[in-house]
């Protein structure tokens, strides 16, 4: 089968990624998708499931920080073009275990942009390298005030700073060796396949095992949420349509206080499992803050509406309903995922490449 365009994707395994893989193989059957993906606590091949069998499609185990593997990678498949978002995602497991993220988010983004560039460098024509970043690299806000791309960086925890370093290497490449970059820095996501270590995902699994809900200091810090089908369709809009060099920001305009969140999960799982009013708010339970817990995030996605033309297409109580009904209809899932039984199968079933 001819293909029009061969297209790395990293991190296709973990939340979002899965989704960005889910869109592209779908509606680019003229595309082939390689995702390669370590398969990490985060990464599960369950959460692609669906497509492992398009003809468009292709796995492949492999660890970003691996200069070898990936050189013989690009060497296999000559892709046109990357979408980076394999990384070390969560802030809690940067502060007790800062230095994975050190190699993965940085080294691992360093050895991606240095085989682009060792295998675009003659010929940069309709190649791209798309790096998918985060809000947390801006720092964190008071009452007032949205991130623009403008925004002077200022990370605050090991994940922030070494998402920043990765930010910093990509614009780096673009500015030394003009490879073909594009950047978006998106708000926190929600939705289905999202590791329950984060906070929508594990209090639900929480809620339904009737287990504690540990919400962070006082609950005030505030989160700025995005279903993430709307945040693939960004990426699909900047891969497509983006102006090589420039970044866009990614939000929905969608702010909560964590403990204003926290209450309306409550009362939707109540009504869902048709449990008495109040019965899930009673697990709430208030714990030491989290070290150097940012504020406040919240996005100014204006330049990609303008732009481009993305707004993201729901409204959060709608997309939060629909999450809740995911992890309802898919407790094995939750079972697995949180059980560690599937990293097991993992290990044996496949190699590193
Ligand atoms: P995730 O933790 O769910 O998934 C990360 C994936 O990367 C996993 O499949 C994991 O196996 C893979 N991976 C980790 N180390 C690897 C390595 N060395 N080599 C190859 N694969 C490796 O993360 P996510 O929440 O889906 O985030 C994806 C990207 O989007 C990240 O770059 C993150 O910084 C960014 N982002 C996330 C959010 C959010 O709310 N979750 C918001 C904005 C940006
Ligand atoms: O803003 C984008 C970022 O959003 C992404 O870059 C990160 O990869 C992603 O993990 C997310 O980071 P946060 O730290 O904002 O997400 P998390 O779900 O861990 O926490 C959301 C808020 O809830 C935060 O203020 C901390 C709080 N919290 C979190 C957990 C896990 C709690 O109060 N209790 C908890 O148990």
Redo the contacts with the bound molecule.
Sequence with gaps: MTFSKTILI????????SHVVRRFVNNYPNYHIIN?????Y???LENIKDIEHQPNYSFER????ELEQIRQLFQQYQFDAVIH??????VDRSITDPLIFVK?NVL?TGTLLQVAKENWKDNYEDKRFYH????EVYGSLGDEGFFTEETPYDPRSPYSAS?ASSDHLVRAFYHTYHLPVVLSN????YGSFH?PE?LIPLFINNIRLMKPLPVYGQGVNVRDWLWVED?ASAIDVIFHKGRVGETYNIGGHNEWKNIDLVKLLCRLMDEKLDRPAGTSEQLITYVKDRAGHDMRYAIDATKLKEELGWMPSLQFEEGLSKTIDWYLSNQTWLDNVTSGAYQKYYEEQYQIA
């Design positions: 990293t991190g296709g395994a973990g939340f979002i990624g390669l993906d370590k398969l990490t985060a990464g599960n492999a660890d970003i920080t978002l394999a990384a070390e995602s969560h993965t691992g998918v970043s985060t809000d998402k998106c708000s926190n996501n590791f984060k945040h």
